[in-house]
């Protein structure tokens, strides 16, 4: 068994900072690509941002400059640090991470989700 657990959404202000982190644990052999999903209420899930094993990043062009997407893989633990937040950015954020069991069984797990919200 697998989890992902998110953690640090919350309210933010005009050009706040936001740190968010996924933990996976469990029967987990190894750890591949892990990511930042987004959904914002009546749109669909859109990437964020993605790093692999080895430390390679992309991002969503509308956050290019402003998240920096970082993992410290001897915790299993995927981070992302958000910037000047505008109010599109409110959504509720999903971790993403590529792992092999265990069992030698390789799979896409996703976190529970944190809401991140705006506040004016």
């Known amino acids: 068994q697998v989890q992902l657990v998110e953690s640090g959404g919350g309210l933010v202000q005009p050009g706040g900072s936001l740190r968010l982190s996924c933990a996976a644990s469990g029967s987990i052999f190894r750890i591949y690509g892990m990511g930042w999903y987004r959904q914002a209420p009546g749109k669909q899930r859109e990437l964020v941002a993605r790093i692999t094993s080895g430390g390679s990043t992309n991002y969503a062009d509308s956050v290019k400059g402003r998240f920096t997407i970082s993992r410290e893989n001897a915790k299993n633990t995927v981070y992302l640090q958000m910037s000047s937040l505008k109010p599109e950015d409110t959504a509720v954020y999903y971790c993403?991470?590529?792992?092999?069991?265990?069992?030698?069984?390789?799979?896409?797990?996703w976190g529970q989700g944190t809401q991140v919200t705006f506040s004016s």
């Open positions: 993403n991470a590529d792992i092999t069991t265990m069992t030698y069984t390789a799979s896409k797990y």
